[in-house]
């Protein structure tokens, strides 16, 4: 069978375009303009992007729910267009919104899944898909009488009947309570430390920061970053030092290189870059005009911040 020649990867895009066709009501749109992205195997990888970016059109892609227009993925080696069956095997999608049928119990949605992706029955996991999703005892309810924390969970155990090598799960977390998501993320780690490969869309960024080893960020159908999560918070090399007076202070004066903001706490903040000014530095600038410090702590950037300095249009 052909397979890729770089085996560390789970996926490899290259190249995809997708523009969705004029319509009566709308014009062509360019929601995919080339994006190239590779998804290292065993990883928990995060696809982040403000609205509309194009992460939807790219998980409907791999799960072969839109036509790209060009370019070529390879899912665990397999090209989509030359091996789709292989390439099909290879990946379980979780979607966004939960698209049961009403009638179907979660027992016979697993079944009837399973026998979609071709597991035979002898190598069918419904009992432990139940189990691992928490649906046991409900597993000859209607789908229409299950809650949506129970839907979602089903929606993960039908992502997982054909035992796929990479799951991929397009905003897991929306809008669901903090237990359910709490249980979603002991599962998914779960999978990922038995080698599943895990690729995510998510909202929120704490949560991306937290979970995933490497991060993509699209913004407008292009790729604006990808790298290690720990190297995507590096490369703002901001820090900023706050303080509490010991009696209320104004900000002293400051050079360029550091910003000030006076806060509502009555706190003062102090905001340079690690590269230009040390520590000492600004604390000195602080001792100098008579500012007495009763407290201090530094704030660090987050992922947020990183995230809104690349996709700020
Ligand atoms: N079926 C479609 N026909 C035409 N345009 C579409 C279609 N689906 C998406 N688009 C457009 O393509 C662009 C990318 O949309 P997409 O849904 O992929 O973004 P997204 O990053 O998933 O956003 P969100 O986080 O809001 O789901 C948007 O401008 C969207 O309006």
Redesign the pocket.
């Known amino acids: 069978m052909p397979r890729t020649e770089n085996h560390a990867n789970a996926l490899e895009i290259t190249g995809l375009r997708k523009t ?1 066709a004029a319509s009566k009501r ?1 014009p062509a ?1 360019d ?1 995919l303009l080339g994006v190239d992205l590779a998804v290292p195997r065993g990883s928990i990888f995060g696809l982040l ?1 403000p ?7 790219l998980i409907n892609i791999l799960a072969g729910l839109v036509t790209k227009t060009s370019g070529s993925v390879r899912i665990w080696g397999f090209d989509q267009d030359e091996n789709p069956r292989q390439s099909r095997a290879s990946i379980g999608i979780m979607p966004q919104e939960p698209n049961l049928d009403p009638f179907f119990s979660p027992r016979g949605s697993l079944d009837v899944q399973a026998g979609l992706y071709g597991v035979p029955k002898s190598q069918r996991r419904t009992e432990e898909l139940l189990e691992l999703t928490g649906l046991t005892d409900k597993a000859e309810a209607y789908a229409r009488s299950l809650s949506g924390g129970m839907r979602r969970r089903l929606l993960l155990g039908k992502a997982l009947v054909h035992s796929p090598q990479i799951l991929v799960l397009d905003e897991p977390t929306a809008g669901v309570d903090i237990e359910l998501r709490n249980m979603l993320w002991q599962h998914i780690r779960r999978l990922n430390d038995e080698g599943m490969t895990i690729i995510l869309t998510t909202h929120y960024l704490e949560e991306a920061e937290q979970m995933c080893d490497q991060i993509a960020i699209i913004n407008h159908g292009a790729v604006v970053a990808n790298d290690t999560t720990a190297n995507l918070l590096g490369q703002l090399d901001a820090k900023t030092i706050v303080i509490t007076p010991d009696t209320p202070a104004d900000l002293p004066d400051l050079p360029a290189e550091i910003e000030g903001q006076k806060r509502t706490n009555g706190t003062l903040a102090f905001t340079y870059k690690t590269s230009q000014t040390r520590a000492d530095q600004v604390l000195s600038l602080i001792h100098n005009a008579g500012i007495t410090i009763k407290d201090v702590r530094t704030e660090d950037p987050d992922l947020e911040d990183v995230f809104l300095n690349l996709t700020r249009s």
């Open positions: 969705y709308s749109k929601a992007g609205n509309g970016a194009g992460k939807s059109t």
